[in-house]
């Protein structure tokens, strides 16, 4: 639209001066015809009055002072030049006689002579203005030429070029207006038209795969629009059917990875204890005299390995299940001071910015996920000089917020994202199982915990709790 408005100025300004010019061009050709015809009226008038016989020898003396007089009443002054091309009288009084204006050239003669209508224009500029001297025959009342009329006519346009500037200006504030308009309206417009399109890029931007998205609902839009809307709501429709499919993907992955972890766990015990019975059917003899401290070696093996099983099997199950959450209302600053207790490390300090934070918990699953955070703490710190835990608790915004560091051997870039995965673990013992049960209680109160960690320094995990949300929970 803007680009329109100024092309159309740039046009229209063209198409004036152009116009500006062949009116001028026309307005001084009629003037010239009018000045000529009426001076030629006066001049056949002078000779039709006139006493002196009507020849080219008394043009002189028939215009001697008549020529002055035509010359003021038509305010314009012409030459009499014979049919040689001489002067014979100018209606300037003082007229010099020059090889120019005394003699026409010899292309005006011939020009005159072969026109049709025995009329001819010649066209110049003088000191930048434009210049034309028509000549025409002078005849008798027989019809017969005795002389040559030379009117010479300078164009004045100075009053028209003081108009043209003045339209020009005038046409140009006009259309600064419209472009003014243009650019107002232009952008109405496109933030009308574009209103749409934001609706869509911001609905785009907020589009998530781990959650569920809003489709877009816009009323009466644009047939472009339109389909548009349709394509990503379609498209969300198979998100959404994707996320289903791979949900159900993980968690049967998810199981047969735990299958396999489970039965690995599970026969680490069953090969000694398969080799003990297999050493006790050999060697056993009831005569032995030593017979009874051999069946209770053989059967403290045994229940070693039997509770090897079962603490594997209650480490599983306290992971897969969910607890069933006896939410109280606690002190966090307090059930937390109390979790340490159990640790006899020296380098386990706590603090605490607010003696009372209040939440409503479980105490046993607020425990357990304290305890297991400084354990990992523990075993990250055993080759450090200075070993130091700080376990902090604190209320942020919303949440209260608890707070694990340590200054151990901290945590490998590239284990990172695995680090909260159920069978990962860098320890050369244990079933990596801890962090996973942490942020699986965590979730449930949807809360949630992250850390950071660089390799050498420490790491500090940091787990939020929503408050009221956790003291609303039943």
């Known amino acids: 639209m803007i680009l329109l408005v100024l092309i159309a100025s740039v046009l229209i300004a063209g198409v004036s ?3 500006y010019r062949e009116q001028n061009k026309d307005y001084h050709q009629k003037r010239l015809e009018r000045k000529e015809e009426q001076i030629t009226q006066s001049i056949n008038y002078t000779l039709r009055e006139t006493t002196y ?18 010359a003021v009443v038509q305010n314009l002054p012409f030459n009499i030049y014979d049919l040689e091309g001489q002067l014979i009288k100018s209606s300037r009084p003082k007229f010099e006689n020059d090889s120019i204006s005394t003699c026409l050239d010899a292309e005006v003669l011939n020009a005159l002579s072969s026109s049709v209508s025995k009329r001819y224009i010649e066209q110049n500029s003088t000191a930048g203005d434009r210049y034309q001297a028509s000549y025409t025959y002078i005849t008798d009342t027989k019809f017969k030429s005795i002389g040559i009329l030379n009117l010479p006519y300078y ?18 504030g006009v259309y600064l207006l419209m472009l003014l308009a ?3 309206l232009a952008y109405f417009i496109s933030k009308y038209i574009t209103r749409s399109l934001q609706t869509i890029s911001d609905k785009l931007n907020q589009t998530d795969l781990t959650k569920r998205n809003e489709k877009i609902i816009i009323d009466d839009p644009s047939q472009e629009i339109g389909k548009l809307v349709d394509s990503y709501n379609g ?12 949900a159900r993907s993980e968690r049967e992955q998810a199981w047969r990875e735990m299958a396999k972890q489970v039965a690995h766990e599970i026969k680490n015990p069953l090969t000694p204890m398969r080799l003990s019975v297999q050493s006790f059917e050999r060697k056993f003899d009831v005569e032995d005299p030593n ?30 299940e969910m607890p069933a959450q006896q939410n109280e209302t606690l002190n966090v600053v307090k059930i ?25 918990l479980d105490r046993t699953q607020l425990i357990r996920v304290v305890t297991n955070l400084v354990k990992n703490a523990i075993q990250a710190v055993p ?79 940091t787990v939020y709790f929503p408050i009221e949300l956790a003291a609303q929970k039943i």
């Open 17 to 19: 001066i152009y116009q």
């Open 291 to 320: 017979i009874k401290t051999k069946v209770a070696e053989y059967s403290n093996t045994l229940i070693q390995q039997i509770d090897t099983m079962s603490n594997i099997a209650s480490a599983f199950s306290n992971f897969a």
């Open 53 to 70: 016989p009507q020849t080219t020898e008394n043009l002189g003396l028939i215009f001697r002072d008549e020529i002055y007089r035509i």
């Open 235 to 246: 498209m969300i429709d198979e998100l959404e059917q994707s996320a289903v499919k791979l």
């Open 336 to 360: 937390v001071k109390l979790a340490l207790d159990i640790f006899t490390e020296n380098y386990v300090h706590f603090i605490a910015e607010e003696e009372e934070i209040v939440a409503k």
């Open 182 to 184: 243009a650019i107002a």
């Open 155 to 172: 164009e004045d346009n100075s009053f028209n070029e003081m108009e043209l500037r003045e339209f020009l200006w005038r046409l140009a």
């Open 383 to 461: 080759e450090v000089q200075d070993p130091r835990i700080l376990v902090s608790v604190a209320s942020e915004e919303e949440f209260v917020k608890i707070s694990v560091a340590d200054n151990g051997i901290g945590i490998a870039d590239g284990v990172k994202d695995k680090i909260f995965e159920p069978k990962f673990t860098t320890k050369s013992s244990g079933m990596g199982l801890g962090l996973g049960m942490v942020k699986n209680i965590v979730e449930t109160y949807k809360g949630h915990i992250n850390f950071t960690s660089q390799e050498g320094k420490g790491t500090v995990f």
